[in-house]
Protein backbone atom coordinates (compact mmCIF):
# COMPACT_ATOMS: atom_id res chain seq x y z
CA UNK A 1 0.00 0.00 0.00
CA UNK A 2 1.36 3.61 -0.60
CA UNK A 3 1.00 6.00 2.35
CA UNK A 4 1.81 9.66 2.84
CA UNK A 5 2.63 11.18 6.38
CA UNK A 6 1.66 14.61 7.02
CA UNK A 7 3.45 16.46 9.81
CA UNK A 8 1.88 19.64 10.83
CA UNK A 9 4.27 21.75 12.83
CA UNK A 10 4.42 25.42 14.21
CA UNK A 11 7.37 26.70 16.14
CA UNK A 12 9.16 23.48 16.76
CA UNK A 13 12.35 22.68 14.39
CA UNK A 14 14.33 20.78 17.25
CA UNK A 15 11.25 18.41 17.48
CA UNK A 16 10.79 18.12 13.97
CA UNK A 17 14.16 16.71 13.44
CA UNK A 18 13.87 14.44 16.17
CA UNK A 19 10.91 12.98 14.60
CA UNK A 20 11.90 12.62 11.09
CA UNK A 21 15.19 11.10 12.29
CA UNK A 22 13.12 7.93 13.37
CA UNK A 23 11.08 8.07 10.19
CA UNK A 24 14.03 7.62 8.13
CA UNK A 25 14.75 4.50 10.12
CA UNK A 26 11.46 3.09 8.95
CA UNK A 27 10.84 0.21 6.82
CA UNK A 28 8.64 0.35 4.74
CA UNK A 29 9.31 4.31 4.15
CA UNK A 30 6.30 6.88 3.38
CA UNK A 31 6.49 7.63 -0.25
CA UNK A 32 5.46 11.15 0.50
CA UNK A 33 6.37 12.89 3.57
CA UNK A 34 4.37 16.55 3.44
CA UNK A 35 5.70 18.92 6.18
CA UNK A 36 2.73 21.99 6.37
CA UNK A 37 4.78 24.44 8.50
CA UNK A 38 2.81 27.46 10.51
CA UNK A 39 5.66 28.60 11.92
CA UNK A 40 6.54 32.41 12.31
CA UNK A 41 10.58 32.47 11.38
CA UNK A 42 12.50 29.97 9.17
CA UNK A 43 14.24 27.82 11.90
CA UNK A 44 11.96 24.83 10.58
CA UNK A 45 12.81 24.94 6.94
CA UNK A 46 16.79 25.98 7.91
CA UNK A 47 16.25 22.68 9.50
CA UNK A 48 14.84 20.96 6.71
CA UNK A 49 18.01 22.26 3.95
CA UNK A 50 20.60 21.24 6.24
CA UNK A 51 19.29 17.55 6.74
CA UNK A 52 17.75 16.15 3.73
CA UNK A 53 15.07 13.56 3.82
CA UNK A 54 13.94 11.64 1.11
CA UNK A 55 10.21 12.11 -0.39
CA UNK A 56 10.05 15.14 1.68
CA UNK A 57 8.14 17.67 0.36
CA UNK A 58 7.89 21.35 2.31
CA UNK A 59 5.01 23.99 2.65
CA UNK A 60 5.28 27.07 4.83
CA UNK A 61 1.80 28.35 5.13
CA UNK A 62 0.58 32.02 5.04
CA UNK A 63 -1.56 33.03 7.85
CA UNK A 64 -4.66 32.61 6.21
CA UNK A 65 -3.81 28.30 6.37
CA UNK A 66 -1.94 28.05 9.72
CA UNK A 67 -3.27 26.50 12.60
CA UNK A 68 -3.70 22.54 12.98
CA UNK A 69 -6.94 22.22 11.93
CA UNK A 70 -6.29 24.09 8.27
CA UNK A 71 -2.53 22.85 8.23
CA UNK A 72 -3.96 19.23 8.14
CA UNK A 73 -6.69 20.23 5.51
CA UNK A 74 -3.47 22.03 3.54
CA UNK A 75 -1.93 18.79 3.36
CA UNK A 76 -4.51 16.28 2.69
CA UNK A 77 -5.04 18.86 -0.59
CA UNK A 78 -1.29 18.27 -1.72
CA UNK A 79 -1.75 14.37 -0.98
CA UNK A 80 -1.27 12.39 -4.45
CA UNK A 81 -3.58 10.59 -5.94
CA UNK A 82 -1.91 7.13 -5.49
CA UNK A 83 -1.55 7.04 -2.17
CA UNK A 84 -3.90 4.48 -0.11
CA UNK A 85 -3.16 5.47 3.24
CA UNK A 86 -2.72 8.75 4.84
CA UNK A 87 -0.78 9.03 8.35
CA UNK A 88 -0.77 11.88 10.86
CA UNK A 89 2.03 12.39 13.73
CA UNK A 90 2.13 15.44 16.00
CA UNK A 91 5.47 16.96 15.62
CA UNK A 92 6.64 16.17 18.91
CA UNK A 93 6.95 12.32 18.64
CA UNK A 94 9.77 9.92 17.81
CA UNK A 95 8.44 6.47 16.74
CA UNK A 96 9.36 3.19 17.64
CA UNK A 97 11.15 1.02 14.53
CA UNK A 98 7.96 -0.67 13.24
CA UNK A 99 5.58 2.06 13.82
CA UNK A 100 4.55 1.79 10.17
CA UNK A 101 4.93 -2.16 9.40
CA UNK A 102 2.13 -2.40 12.08
CA UNK A 103 -0.36 0.27 10.31
CA UNK A 104 -0.26 -0.86 6.92
CA UNK A 105 -0.28 -4.74 8.12
CA UNK A 106 -3.50 -3.83 9.92
CA UNK A 107 -4.96 -2.02 7.06
CA UNK A 108 -3.91 -5.06 4.60
CA UNK A 109 -5.42 -7.89 6.81
CA UNK A 110 -8.88 -6.26 8.35
CA UNK A 111 -10.56 -4.48 5.06
CA UNK A 112 -13.68 -3.16 7.40
CA UNK A 113 -10.66 -0.34 9.48
CA UNK A 114 -10.66 2.84 8.20
CA UNK A 115 -8.73 4.21 10.79
CA UNK A 116 -5.53 2.87 12.93
CA UNK A 117 -4.17 5.03 15.97
CA UNK A 118 -0.94 4.18 18.22
CA UNK A 119 0.13 4.08 21.46
CA UNK A 120 2.30 6.27 23.35
CA UNK A 121 4.41 3.76 24.93
CA UNK A 122 6.31 6.56 27.43
CA UNK A 123 3.13 7.46 28.59
CA UNK A 124 1.57 4.64 29.19
CA UNK A 125 0.33 4.06 33.26
CA UNK A 126 -0.62 0.31 33.14
CA UNK A 127 0.92 -2.54 35.17
CA UNK A 128 0.64 -6.19 35.35
CA UNK A 129 -1.96 -7.03 38.44
CA UNK A 130 -0.17 -9.17 40.84
CA UNK A 131 -1.26 -12.61 42.10
CA UNK A 132 -3.45 -12.83 45.70
CA UNK A 133 -4.05 -8.85 45.08
CA UNK A 134 -7.55 -7.15 45.95
CA UNK A 135 -8.08 -3.81 43.70
CA UNK A 136 -10.51 -1.26 44.48
CA UNK A 137 -11.90 -0.88 41.46
CA UNK A 138 -13.12 2.48 42.69
CA UNK A 139 -9.61 3.74 42.70
CA UNK A 140 -8.16 1.19 39.90
CA UNK A 141 -9.84 0.34 36.46
CA UNK A 142 -8.49 -3.40 35.52
CA UNK A 143 -8.54 -4.66 32.01
CA UNK A 144 -6.99 -7.79 30.19
CA UNK A 145 -4.82 -8.61 33.69
CA UNK A 146 -3.43 -4.62 33.86
CA UNK A 147 -3.95 -2.23 36.33
CA UNK A 148 -4.39 1.57 36.13
CA UNK A 149 -4.30 3.68 39.04
CA UNK A 150 -7.13 6.42 38.45
CA UNK A 151 -6.44 9.72 39.09
CA UNK A 152 -8.43 12.38 41.22
CA UNK A 153 -11.11 12.98 38.40
CA UNK A 154 -11.79 9.47 38.25
CA UNK A 155 -12.13 8.18 41.02
CA UNK A 156 -14.61 11.17 41.96
CA UNK A 157 -16.62 10.18 39.79
CA UNK A 158 -16.60 6.50 40.57
CA UNK A 159 -17.76 6.85 43.80
CA UNK A 160 -20.66 9.26 42.49
CA UNK A 161 -21.82 6.80 39.98
CA UNK A 162 -20.79 9.03 37.23
CA UNK A 163 -18.00 6.94 35.48
CA UNK A 164 -18.26 5.62 31.89
CA UNK A 165 -19.27 1.49 31.74
CA UNK A 166 -17.38 1.29 28.11
CA UNK A 167 -13.50 0.86 27.38
CA UNK A 168 -10.98 3.13 26.67
CA UNK A 169 -11.52 4.98 23.41
CA UNK A 170 -15.29 4.60 23.46
CA UNK A 171 -17.56 7.25 23.90
CA UNK A 172 -20.59 6.47 26.09
CA UNK A 173 -23.76 9.17 25.28
CA UNK A 174 -23.10 11.35 28.03
CA UNK A 175 -19.56 11.79 26.54
CA UNK A 176 -16.80 11.71 29.10
CA UNK A 177 -15.12 8.64 28.53
CA UNK A 178 -11.96 6.65 30.01
CA UNK A 179 -8.92 8.34 28.88
CA UNK A 180 -6.68 5.26 29.97
CA UNK A 181 -5.78 4.44 26.88
CA UNK A 182 -4.64 0.74 26.64
CA UNK A 183 -1.80 -1.67 28.29
CA UNK A 184 0.74 -3.13 25.86
CA UNK A 185 -0.96 -6.35 24.83
CA UNK A 186 0.16 -6.55 21.20
CA UNK A 187 -3.80 -6.72 20.72
CA UNK A 188 -5.74 -4.13 18.68
CA UNK A 189 -8.78 -2.52 19.56
CA UNK A 190 -11.91 -1.46 18.37
CA UNK A 191 -12.53 2.32 19.48
CA UNK A 192 -14.68 5.37 18.21
CA UNK A 193 -11.70 8.02 19.56
CA UNK A 194 -8.12 7.62 17.86
CA UNK A 195 -5.69 10.58 18.98
CA UNK A 196 -4.22 13.21 16.50
CA UNK A 197 -0.68 12.61 17.38
CA UNK A 198 -0.89 9.09 16.17
CA UNK A 199 -3.85 7.89 13.70
CA UNK A 200 -3.93 7.16 9.99
CA UNK A 201 -7.00 6.59 7.75
CA UNK A 202 -7.66 4.95 4.27
CA UNK A 203 -7.14 7.88 1.48
CA UNK A 204 -10.63 6.51 0.61
CA UNK A 205 -12.57 8.52 3.69
CA UNK A 206 -10.04 11.60 3.10
CA UNK A 207 -12.17 11.86 -0.10
CA UNK A 208 -14.77 12.39 1.60
CA UNK A 209 -14.73 14.26 4.86
CA UNK A 210 -11.87 16.71 5.96
CA UNK A 211 -11.64 18.12 9.61
CA UNK A 212 -14.25 20.35 10.82
CA UNK A 213 -13.63 24.19 9.97
CA UNK A 214 -15.02 24.42 13.95
CA UNK A 215 -11.80 23.53 15.39
CA UNK A 216 -10.03 26.05 13.20
CA UNK A 217 -7.36 27.56 15.45
CA UNK A 218 -5.47 25.63 18.27
CA UNK A 219 -7.72 22.82 17.11
CA UNK A 220 -8.52 20.86 20.55
CA UNK A 221 -10.45 17.88 20.04
CA UNK A 222 -10.50 18.06 16.20
CA UNK A 223 -9.32 14.48 15.95
CA UNK A 224 -11.95 13.36 18.18
CA UNK A 225 -14.48 14.83 15.83
CA UNK A 226 -13.00 13.88 12.98
CA UNK A 227 -12.88 9.56 14.32
CA UNK A 228 -16.55 10.20 14.60
CA UNK A 229 -17.29 11.35 11.76
CA UNK A 230 -15.34 8.51 9.51
CA UNK A 231 -17.26 5.83 11.57
CA UNK A 232 -20.15 6.17 9.25
CA UNK A 233 -17.55 4.67 6.49
CA UNK A 234 -15.85 1.23 8.74
CA UNK A 235 -14.34 1.20 12.22
CA UNK A 236 -11.36 2.47 13.83
CA UNK A 237 -9.05 0.90 16.04
CA UNK A 238 -6.18 1.05 18.70
CA UNK A 239 -3.13 -1.15 17.28
CA UNK A 240 -0.63 -1.63 20.72
CA UNK A 241 1.73 -2.41 17.95
CA UNK A 242 1.79 0.75 16.71
CA UNK A 243 4.18 2.81 19.02
CA UNK A 244 5.82 5.53 19.39
CA UNK A 245 6.94 8.48 22.32
CA UNK A 246 5.23 12.15 22.56
CA UNK A 247 6.69 14.63 24.55
CA UNK A 248 4.34 17.17 24.38
CA UNK A 249 6.54 20.34 23.72
CA UNK A 250 5.05 23.41 25.64
CA UNK A 251 5.53 25.90 22.38
CA UNK A 252 2.84 26.49 20.23
CA UNK A 253 -0.27 25.63 23.04
CA UNK A 254 -2.73 27.87 24.13
CA UNK A 255 -2.33 29.37 28.08
CA UNK A 256 -4.45 27.78 30.93
CA UNK A 257 -7.48 29.85 30.26
CA UNK A 258 -7.88 29.38 26.83
CA UNK A 259 -7.33 25.74 26.90
CA UNK A 260 -10.06 25.47 29.50
CA UNK A 261 -12.26 27.09 27.92
CA UNK A 262 -11.72 25.11 24.73
CA UNK A 263 -12.05 21.97 27.22
CA UNK A 264 -15.35 22.69 27.81
CA UNK A 265 -16.66 24.37 24.28
CA UNK A 266 -15.22 21.51 22.23
CA UNK A 267 -15.68 19.33 24.44
CA UNK A 268 -19.90 19.80 24.38
CA UNK A 269 -19.40 19.83 20.50
CA UNK A 270 -18.04 16.96 20.14
CA UNK A 271 -20.47 15.14 22.48
CA UNK A 272 -23.48 16.49 20.64
CA UNK A 273 -21.21 15.24 17.10
CA UNK A 274 -21.83 11.56 18.89
CA UNK A 275 -25.29 11.87 20.04
CA UNK A 276 -26.83 15.34 18.41
CA UNK A 277 -30.45 14.37 20.59
CA UNK A 278 -29.59 13.55 24.31
CA UNK A 279 -31.85 12.37 26.68
CA UNK A 280 -32.12 14.06 29.76
CA UNK A 281 -30.26 12.36 32.04
CA UNK A 282 -27.52 12.39 29.57
CA UNK A 283 -27.51 16.05 29.36
CA UNK A 284 -27.64 16.05 33.46
CA UNK A 285 -24.57 13.45 33.55
CA UNK A 286 -22.34 15.88 31.29
CA UNK A 287 -22.65 19.00 32.75
CA UNK A 288 -22.52 17.24 36.43
CA UNK A 289 -19.52 15.98 35.48
CA UNK A 290 -18.37 19.42 33.62
CA UNK A 291 -18.92 21.15 36.58
CA UNK A 292 -17.24 18.50 38.76
CA UNK A 293 -14.28 18.79 36.93
CA UNK A 294 -13.94 22.30 37.05
CA UNK A 295 -13.93 21.85 40.88
CA UNK A 296 -11.36 19.61 40.83
CA UNK A 297 -9.46 21.92 38.64
CA UNK A 298 -10.00 24.57 41.41
CA UNK A 299 -9.18 22.62 44.12
CA UNK A 300 -5.47 21.85 42.38
CA UNK A 301 -4.89 25.44 43.25
CA UNK A 302 -4.39 24.18 46.69
CA UNK A 303 -2.69 20.74 46.09
CA UNK A 304 -0.34 21.57 42.82
CA UNK A 305 2.78 22.97 42.57
CA UNK A 306 1.50 24.85 39.55
CA UNK A 307 -1.29 26.98 40.89
CA UNK A 308 -1.54 29.97 38.67
CA UNK A 309 -2.06 27.55 35.83
CA UNK A 310 -4.42 25.49 37.67
CA UNK A 311 -6.87 28.77 38.80
CA UNK A 312 -6.70 30.20 35.20
CA UNK A 313 -7.67 26.65 33.58
CA UNK A 314 -10.60 26.03 35.96
CA UNK A 315 -12.14 29.68 35.18
CA UNK A 316 -11.82 28.88 31.41
CA UNK A 317 -13.44 25.64 32.46
CA UNK A 318 -16.16 28.12 34.64
CA UNK A 319 -16.73 30.74 32.11
CA UNK A 320 -16.86 28.17 28.84
CA UNK A 321 -19.87 26.15 30.90
CA UNK A 322 -21.63 29.45 31.17
CA UNK A 323 -21.21 30.68 27.87
CA UNK A 324 -22.88 27.46 26.55
CA UNK A 325 -26.32 28.97 28.38
CA UNK A 326 -25.77 31.78 26.32
CA UNK A 327 -23.79 30.79 22.93
CA UNK A 328 -23.63 26.92 21.82
CA UNK A 329 -21.63 25.62 19.62
CA UNK A 330 -23.05 25.47 15.76
CA UNK A 331 -22.69 21.85 14.39
CA UNK A 332 -21.54 21.16 11.10
CA UNK A 333 -24.05 19.68 8.77
Keep these: MNFSLIICTYMRAESLLNLLQSVQEQIPYPDEILIVDGSLDNATKNVLEENQFKNLKYFLV ?187 APSGRPNQYQYGKMVVRNGWYVWRVKNPSPTFKESFKWHVITVLLAIIRFSNVFTSNKKKEALTEAIGRTIGWWSLLLNKPKLEK
Design 62 to 248: SKEDRGLTKQRNFGISKVDNTIDVVCFLDDDTVLEPKYFVEIIKTFQIRPEVIGVGGVAINESKWKPQEMNVSYNKKKYYLFEGYFYKEGLRNIARNYLGLASNLDSGKMPNFSHGRTSGFPITGKTYEVDLLIGMSMAFRKIILDKIIFSRYFEGYGLYEDADFSLRALRFGKNVMNTNVQLSHFH
